[in-house]
């Protein structure tokens, strides 16, 4: 984003929260960052005696003796469902709804908070009839249904671990995840439904643990009705809850035992399993999830994340849970049947906080205004973005047209290792702005710093770190403590966490992310992130979405390469190419124009709507696409492949 355009954003979209609102936000001012600054490991010991049932409290707090595998409330014993579960219906909260689930064809389930702790007890008493005891690993491979947050209950219950793996990852992946964790048992489903077809999930399966030794059974819920192929590890999901004891009690565990391991994308390296532990995890979830999200006992939340990755398992499951929440859970996309699926859910079961990702409020502002304005989503009163930087124009448009001008907008940013979100605006205290993520939530130190540590002036560029450990830190990398240390621990020094991710501060030292540092791209010495070059395409009237990524160039080092999807009713011509180019220069800089710009009828994504940038980088350089079985449309790529080639004359 130029210069030009954020100052014009900034005087003209600086909104701060509605009056109303404030009214009876959780926060309005600044007391609890002022606390945990004088005091931040008491600040947390406070918190999680507060907010967490233990059946052991914690004397300690943070223990840093062995840094960076540093240890929290680790005296402190508790089990997670009894959090998330059991206390509500103990306290007479039974009867409130826990889930809305909206099947892909239409159905639709109603789970109450007493339903949901029947049937994790029977799932739990499933396992253990299957072997699986504290410490052993399952891994979940299923579409978004309630099967899924059931199975990682179950797991917490008795004290094994979960591993879940999105369910589009080919076998082969799904393999390595496996195997890297020695999972004993799958729980998996005959397929899944995405975009009115189906997901061959059992398929999958079987091909995978052909070559994983350590599994010993494969649990199986019934979706499609689907034939598929039977092994004697095989069990159905319903013979074995049928089976099951009905009551299971709840495994005591230590604060520090393993709840979850999560395998990050493992595209230049084997997938790293990222290992969070169970108390402090569960405080970054629950405080995280009231602070951000302003929860009321009334609300209706609905955080669009696959369970697959982190923010399902943070916001759908564990921190709305425990905060004793009714959210919504949506097995299918945004745009099937139609793009008007998010507005028909928000208007029919009166949802009042969406949280979705950046990738799909791009998608939902292709298909317009007229999708929303067709239903009542006044019942909003809060929207977020995750995942990735948001360009400020989208921000405008999900501000203006779904949220009606009156609904903060809470811009976050976080990663699998944090296990919950590091900076965001605070609805009831931060006044935003289109793009920024403002600033840190309490207790949390994020520090930018240039190349050799130091921390840079207000309104400079450089690394984002976090100077200061937190409750919800990953713990180590599954079965690698050297690769721990080195990739997150060694840049700046041993009590240092690097992000991986570059960020500025304006003027003002609110903090705006500039994506991955590898999506910083360095034309002839100029450091120009992929997010300032997409957010400039997009400003363009003709653009819907785009994507930049840095290619190599023989003089300049790198070059820009862009690649642009068009609104409707625009035709990919070599004057708007040239158009969208000059636009650029005139955003940003001449430095800024991209070397190829290249038009796409979609960008290539995996199933849960990441942009793949490395592929987009191999077809500029003419490079083998490598892996793309992730992808939700291999076929995008070689519509782009032919643009590239036709551009360069390969």
Not at 354 to 380: C, F, M, N, Q
Not at 470 to 489: A, E, F, H, K, V
Request: net charge negative; hydrophobic share 40%.
């Amino acid at each position: 984003m130029s210069d030009a355009i954020e100052a014009h954003l900034r005087e003209t979209r600086r909104v701060s929260p509605p009056a109303d609102f404030v009214q009876h936000a959780r926060i309005t001012d600044r007391s609890l960052h002022d606390e945990a600054d004088a005091d931040f490991t008491g600040f947390w010991h406070r918190r999680a005696l507060e907010q967490i049932s233990w059946y052991h409290e914690p004397t300690q707090s943070l223990d840093d003796s062995n840094a960076p595998f540093y240890r929290w409330f680790a005296d402190g014993t508790l089990n997670l469902t009894y959090n998330c579960l059991d206390r509500h219906v103990d306290g007479g909260g039974g009867k409130k709804i826990a889930y809305t689930w909206i099947g892909e064809p239409g159905d639709e389930r109603v789970i109450t908070y007493a339903e949901l702790l029947a049937d994790v007890e029977r799932a739990a008493s499933a396992l253990k009839a299957h072997g699986v005891g504290k410490g052993d690993r399952v891994a979940i491979y299923l579409g978004m249904v309630p099967e899924l947050p059931i199975a990682m209950l179950a797991c917490a219950r008795i004290g094994a671990i979960h591993s879940v793996i999105f369910g589009g990852f080919a076998a082969n992946a799904l393999a390595d995840r496996i195997q890297d964790a020695t999972c004993r048992l799958v729980i998996t489903g005959d397929g899944a439904w995405r975009r009115g077809s189906i997901i061959p999930l059992k398929d999958i399966v079987d091909e995978a643990v052909a070559d994983c030794p350590s599994v010993e059974h494969v649990l199986v819920v019934k979706r499609t009705e689907q034939d598929v192929a039977w092994h004697d590890h095989d069990t159905w999901w319903h013979d074995a809850m049928a089976a099951a004891e009905p009551r299971c009690a709840p495994e005591v565990m230590n604060a520090e035992d393993v709840l979850f391991m999560l395998y990050t994308s493992g595209t230049t390296a084997k997938p790293k399993g990222i290992v969070h532990t169970s108390g402090g995890y569960l405080l970054g979830a629950m405080l995280s999830h009231q602070w951000i999200f302003d929860i009321q006992g009334n609300d209706v939340f609905w955080c669009t994340a696959d369970c697959g990755w982190v923010t399902g398992h943070t916001y759908v499951v564990y921190g709305p849970l425990a905060n004793h929440t009714t959210s919504i859970i949506y097995e299918g996309t945004p745009e099937h049947p139609t793009w008007e699926r998010h507005w028909e859910i928000v208007h029919k079961h009166k949802v009042s906080i969406y949280y979705t990702a950046p990738t799909a409020i791009r998608a939902l502002i292709k298909a317009g205004e007229a999708a929303v304005e067709k239903y009542d989503v006044s019942s909003l009163r809060l929207l977020g973005t995750v995942g990735e930087p948001i360009n400020p124009e989208a921000w405008v448009w999900y501000h203006e047209h779904v949220g009606g001008g009156r609904c903060p907008i809470v811009d976050t940013w976080w990663q699998t290792e944090t296990g919950s979100t590091v900076l965001s605006p605070l609805p009831g205290l931060s006044t935003t702005k289109p793009g920024s993520a403002i600033g840190p939530l309490p207790g949390m130190k994020p520090v930018i710093v240039d190349e050799q540590g130091n921390e840079v002036a207000i309104g400079g560029g450089g690394y984002l770190t976090l100077q200061r450990p937190w409750p919800s830190m990953l713990r180590t990398i599954w079965g690698d403590d050297q690769r721990y240390i080195d990739t997150y621990w060694s840049q700046y020094g041993p009590t240092v966490y690097f992000t991986g991710d570059g960020a500025r501060t304006d003027a003002d030292g609110d903090i705006w992310l500039l994506g991955r540092v590898d999506d910083v791209i360095n034309v002839a010495g100029h450091r120009i992130s992929t997010t300032e070059i997409e957010s400039s395409l997009v400003g363009h009237p003709a653009v819907a979405e785009a994507a930049a990524t840095g290619a190599d160039d023989p003089i300049k080092g790198e070059m820009i390469a862009a690649f642009v999807i068009l609104r409707d009713g625009n035709e990919p011509t070599e004057e708007l190419r040239k158009d969208l180019s000059a636009h650029v220069a005139a955003d940003i800089g001449k430095f800024a124009r991209p070397g190829l710009l290249l038009f796409a009828p979609d960008l290539p994504k995996t199933r849960s709507g990441k942009i793949m940038r490395r592929l987009l980088k191999n077809i500029a350089e003419g490079k083998e696409l490598g892996d793309a079985t992730t992808l939700r449309d291999p076929s995008i790529l070689l519509a782009i492949k032919e643009d590239a080639d036709r551009q360069l004359g390969r």
